[in-house]
């Protein structure tokens, strides 16, 4: 079996600041992630993805990962590119077969023995059926309007499943409906072969990736890559790419393991009134 490559997303926003701002956790979330990805990989296939300029906090927090493995994104111009770029970078070190998966920074966890399990489970099916992306999908708490929800063929436990319906950040009583449908919260915890994930850019993409590819190898890379990032309009992984490709996706369910986003919904009452 190929070991995976792990890629923590961490350029969206500072989480310990969204920590600091919760009274769900205490701990370094970005810390934390960079641990539960050591429990299923060796460090040297961690890589991260944070945004420029860097700051001494998020150095701590990376310490323990190669220098080549920090990935910086000259702006943060949507999820869709941090993932791109990590993709761009690792193409010459992976394998179109390698099983590469994506981790989060902004989300805590309580049991990470379950997380352990679902995310070996998922490199495990990446490794058996390399052509699908594969989801984890956490049973909802209750109606939240800043997750996605995907909404399974079957509702299987612990196979992976097609996705009828993907659909990103809907309203309150839309999310209600597809949690009655059965939807699952998207974690935004995914991954697939290093070919299957390229497949998700369309396309439309060709011209960038082809841009961005030419930066990455160029002598002056800081200068080149700052120039390509300010002609990109921002592309949202999952609104623009996942729910439009639903063919291509299977989702495994997360078993209960205290996953809770670090975002709150629009609605904090909406919780309790589900």
């Given at each position: 079996m190929t070991e995976p490559w792990c890629v923590i997303l961490a350029s969206r926003e500072d989480p310990r600041r969204s920590a600091q701002q919760s009274a769900l956790n205490k701990r370094d979330p970005l810390a934390a992630t960079v641990r539960r990805a050591a429990t299923v990989t060796p460090l040297d296939r961690i890589a991260a993805v944070i945004a420029a300029p860097t700051n001494p906090w998020w150095q701590s927090s990376?310490?323990?990962?190669?220098?080549?493995?920090?990935?910086?994104?000259?702006?943060?111009?949507?999820?869709?590119?941090?993932?791109?770029?990590?993709?761009?970078?690792?193409?010459g070190r992976?394998?179109?077969?390698?099983?590469?998966?994506?981790?989060?920074?902004?989300?805590?966890?309580?049991?990470?023995?379950v997380m352990t399990n679902a995310l070996t489970t998922m490199i495990e099916w990446i490794n058996e059926e390399p052509g699908p992306v594969y989801l984890l999908g956490a049973l909802p708490q209750g109606p939240h309007d800043q997750l996605g929800y995907i909404v399974p063929w079957h509702d299987a436990i612990l196979m992976p499943t097609g996705v009828y319906e993907f659909v990103e950040r809907p309203d309150i009583r839309l999310a209600r409906r597809l949690?009655?449908?059965?939807?699952?919260?998207?974690?935004?915890?995914?991954?697939?072969?290093?070919?299957?994930?390229?497949?998700l850019f369309p396309p439309r993409f060709d011209g960038i990736v082809g841009a961005l590819r030419a930066a990455l190898q160029s002598d002056q890379i800081e200068v080149d890559l700052v120039r390509q990032?300010?002609?990109?309009?921002?592309?949202d992984f999952s609104q623009?790419?996942?729910?439009?490709?639903?063919d291509q996706l299977r989702v495994l369910r997360l078993l209960r393991c205290g996953w809770w986003p670090l975002k709150s919904p629009t609605l904090n009452r909406s919780l309790h009134n589900a």
């Open positions: 990376l310490k323990e990962l190669a220098p080549r493995n920090l990935f910086v994104q000259p702006e943060h111009r949507g999820t869709a590119y941090e993932v791109l770029l990590a993709l761009l970078l690792l193409e992976v394998s179109p077969a390698t099983p590469v998966f994506f981790l989060p920074a902004d989300h805590v966890v309580d049991d990470e023995e949690i009655n449908a059965g939807g699952l919260w998207n974690t935004f915890i995914f991954g697939g072969s290093f070919a299957s994930l390229m497949r990032y300010d002609r990109l309009t921002p592309v623009d790419l996942l729910a439009r490709q639903t």
